[in-house]
Every structure is written in C-alpha cells, then in structure tokens.
C-alpha cells in the first residue's frame, strides 16, 4: 500500500517564459484570467479585442493593457500579440480560433473548445499545419492536483479502477446567464459545466467505449440536465450536470486497492484525498498557494512554456484528446436530440 502521495511536478507559473496576450471577448471569465497572469505570472496582457468599444475601454483601463481593439481582426492581426485568448461563447469559438491561426497566433480557446468534434478537428488540422500551439482552456486539468492524480493512476496506486462519479451543477436561469439558455449561442450545461465531468473521466478512463445519456431540456432547447454513463471495459463513469440547482459539485474515483475524492469544487484547487480500500490509511495532497479561479494562471503558465519549448501539442492536454471529449459530448447530445443552429 502507498505510504506518501506523489508531489506534483507543476512548475510555479511564474517561471513560464512571458508571452504577450491579447484577449479576444473581454467577459467575465477574461477578467479572472487577466487578473490570475497579472497576480501570479510574468504573462503579459498587451491587447484586447470587443465589438464594444465601451467593455474593451472598462477592462484595459482595469488591468492597464495598452492596446484596444474594436475588432477581432485587428486584435488578431497586432504584431505586437503573441497568444489570441479566445473567450466568447462556444459557438464563436471555431470560427474565432481559425482566424487567429490564419493570423500566426498561438491560441488558447475556452472551453468548451468548440460545439463540436468536426469544428474542433477542422481548428487542430489549422494549428498542426500553421505550426502553432493551440490549447483548450480545461483549467482544471493543469492544476497541481491533476499531476498528483496521474501519478498515481500511472504507478497503479488505486489499483483497477472501476468507477468515477463527477458532478457540476449550478443555479443558472436565463436572467443569470442568456447565452447558457441561448441554443444560437450553443448553451446548455453540458457544454459549460458538464465539460468538466467529461474531461475529468477522459483523463482517468480515457474515451469511452459506450455511452448512454438522458436528461431534460429547457423550453429554448438547450439541456439543461443531464446523466450520463461512460463505459471504458470494466469500468464505469458517471456524470451528472445541471443547471437548474448548485449540486456537490464532487469527484471520486474507486479502485480495488484505494479511492480518491476530490471535495467541492474538484475542478478547482482542492485537496485531494486518497483512502486504501480497508479505510485504514488516509493521504491528503495540499492542493498549492494558488487557489480559487486563480489557478487559471497554470494553463496560461503551460502554453508558454510549449511555445519556449517549441512543442505544438500539449502532453498534458493533446488535441487528439479534446476532440475525442467533444465526441463525447456529441453523442451525449444526440441521445438528448440537442443540435444547435447551423451545425
């Protein structure tokens, strides 16, 4: 049985090498991101781009970036930008990640990455080829905690595993939070918080050999719950996501020799506890310095150190990988009869 769990191997993102950033869609998740860099890393936000003169004006004048922008394009096309951050709703994603690639950017797209697995393979196919990095934004799987869960997957710790639970719910009505209600602009939960629980059985199981998928829909169309189980041989995963209450918001996954959990919220900073199978031993991970929505600054802190390395796919996050989860999210949304406008 394990005495000691693994130390996490994530350097502090203030070693990354710099890069210039340019943001693309000054929201609210734009603002914890810039705020993250400006606090814990040598990241530079350089330049924003919005259709709003006015919210591009508010957050350069927030975080002292020089350079503002009244177009995507003339964002993209700063000489002065080395990383386009791309943080609009979903189903701006695809065609925005194109047009900073088109432009030599390296690019780092919130997730979800795109609405689909053929938009998000048409965005690799554009990086691998323009020779840039893009990664998705999945925070969570950058965080000092997910290098101590791989660890101990990769040394058999937990051995065989054969179930997982993860949850993300949210109280989210259409005054919270149109676009989530907004089929146009591909709402939903699953795509904005049941992303979550997707990837994090991707990187414990891997992709899914079956999935069966139900739920409910809001009057607009868009799910609005949903329970899904993966299978992957033996072992099963279940993922729950809402946006009709905040839930537990938790992950466990169990093997025969141990289990680990991951308390609210599991896609954040948390401790990580691991339990031998017997109850007898328990081991708890410090989950870093960097807590809250500032842990953002870790994939910012990665992406810059694959550009330093001249690396064009992420170990920790390959494309190959995001398609696959947004493949996942397709099926779950076909057996739902979710489709958004234009796909």
Do not use: C
Not at 110 to 138: C, H, I, P, Q, Y
Not at 244 to 265: K, M
Request: a negative charge; glycine letters at 8%.
């Amino acid at each position: 049985m394990i005495t000691s769990l693994p130390s996490s191997r994530v350097p502090d993102p203030a070693l990354a090498p710099p890069l210039r950033w340019g943001v693309l869609g000054p929201g609210t998740i734009a603002h914890v991101l810039a705020g993250a860099l400006q606090k814990h890393s040598r990241q530079q936000v350089v330049a924003v781009g919005s259709r709003s003169r006015e919210r591009a004006d508010q957050f350069a004048a927030e975080f002292d970036v020089p350079r503002v922008h009244t177009s995507y394009e003339e964002l993209v096309a700063d000489p002065g930008v080395d990383v386009v951050y791309v943080a609009t709703p979903h189903s701006h994603h695809h065609a925005q990640a194109l047009l900073a690639i088109a432009a030599g950017k390296h690019v780092l797209v919130e997730k979800a990455f795109t609405r689909n697995a053929s938009e998000a393979r048409e965005v690799a196919d554009a990086a691998r080829a323009a020779g840039v990095v893009v990664l998705e934004s999945m925070w969570s799987r950058f965080l000092p905690g997910a290098d101590v869960l791989r660890q101990l997957l990769s040394d058999g710790a937990l051995g065989e595993v054969s179930s997982l639970t993860a949850d993300h719910g949210q109280l989210i009505g259409p005054d919270d939070a149109q676009r989530l209600h907004d089929p146009r602009l591909a709402g939903g939960a699953l795509l904005d918080l049941g992303i979550y629980p997707v990837s994090f059985a991707s990187l414990v199981l891997g992709p899914p050999q079956e999935v069966t998928a139900t739920g409910s829909l809001t009057t607009s169309g868009v799910d609005e719950q949903v329970t899904a189980v993966l299978r992957v041989g033996a072992a099963q995963a279940t993922l729950t996501t809402t946006l009709r209450e905040r839930t537990h918001n938790t992950a466990r996954v169990t093997g025969d020799l141990a289990r680990v959990d991951l308390p609210a919220d599991f896609y954040t900073p948390v401790p990580l506890t691991l339990t031998s199978a017997d109850g007898r031993r328990v081991l708890t991970a410090d989950p870093g310095s960097i807590l809250g929505h500032e842990g953002l600054v870790y994939q910012a802190a990665h992406l810059a150190q694959l550009v330093a390395d001249g690396a064009t796919d992420s170990p920790l996050l390959p494309l190959d990988e995001t398609i696959s989860i947004l493949a996942t999210t397709d099926e779950i949304r076909r057996q739902l009869g979710v489709t958004f406008p234009g796909e």
